[in-house]
């Protein structure tokens, strides 16, 4: 609808205070860019092929097309592939380029969706970064559509969660593990020979409030709330004392995860 494919059922979408609709379809193409999920390349034309037809789209001069093809590259790490036809183009470089293309224009906003896709861990870390550097240094504005809530925490100041076509909550990543996490989580892996104290030394911990939510062998999850988590640094001596006596081999205490956020709200 953004986009100007689908018409609203209701309610109205605005681009710097004006009503945007197919009327003046203008006001779109000279403030927004997208980044589709799908690739809009032709597979016999080259990388760089693609950048100056996306360039001149944006009636851009052919002199500035080049230049910024080749900084957008570099920036991304993908100059090596510039003389390569799209259909040899791995599934990362593809997403790369669906992104440079986007840059061109300077637009005010960007629409990502899941632009990430098809790229191993080191190279989606480097690709956040180039778009947070691009977005945050322009002080330009994006809305990205993911399911990847690693992909949201790294590039995302507000987040919203839809389940369903409706919006179930929107704030920070902090702001909404804190409201509508299930505090904190610790995972343990404990001496057998020792559960007794070990038991006894979790309780006294927590005051109670920690609840066993697996149970395997040694390996034991609770759940804390988080009104009884005062200092982390009270509750990381007494863990580490744990070890030291012996009760605990391995034990991991960190905050609920976006992840098991939007699980919640999945399942409801």
């Known amino acids: 609808m953004i986009c100007a494919e689908l018409k609203p059922d209701a309610g109205s979408i605005k681009i710097k205070n004006q009503p945007f609709d197919l009327k003046n379809i203008e006001l779109f193409c000279q403030n927004i860019a997208v980044c589709p999920q799908h690739n809009p390349f032709w597979e016999e034309l080259t990388l760089i092929d693609h950048l100056q037809i996306y360039g001149s789209l944006k009636k851009i001069p052919d002199e500035k097309i080049m230049f910024l093809s080749y900084k957008f590259m570099e920036m ?115 001496n057998q020979f020792k559960k007794q104290e070990f038991d006894q030394k979790i309780l006294s911990i927590f005051q109670g409030q920690a609840v066993c939510s697996e149970n395997f062998s040694n390996y034991q999850v609770f759940t804390v709330p988080n009104d009884h988590v005062k200092s982390l640094a009270n509750i990381f001596g007494e863990l580490e004392e744990a070890k030291s006596l012996g009760l605990i081999f391995e034990y991991s205490f960190s905050q609920c995860t976006l992840e098991q956020v939007f699980i919640k709200f999945a399942k409801e």
Request: aromatic residues 6%; hydrophobic residues 35%.
């Open 76 to 190: 991304l790490g993908i100059t090596e592939h510039g003389d390569k036809k799209v259909k040899k183009l791995s599934g990362g470089t593809k997403r790369k380029l669906a992104y440079a293309i986007t840059l061109f224009g300077n637009p005010e906003i960007t629409l990502l969706d899941e632009p990430s896709t098809g790229l191993d861990p080191q190279s989606k870390r480097r690709f956040w970064n180039v778009i947070s550097e691009t977005l945050i240094s322009a002080n330009k504005s994006a809305i990205l559509t993911t399911h990847s809530m690693e992909e949201a925490e790294a590039l995302c100041q507000r987040i919203g969660i839809m389940v369903n076509g409706e919006l179930k909550c929107l704030g920070s990543s902090q702001y909404l593990k804190e409201k509508f996490g299930s505090g904190y989580i610790l995972e343990t892996k404990c």
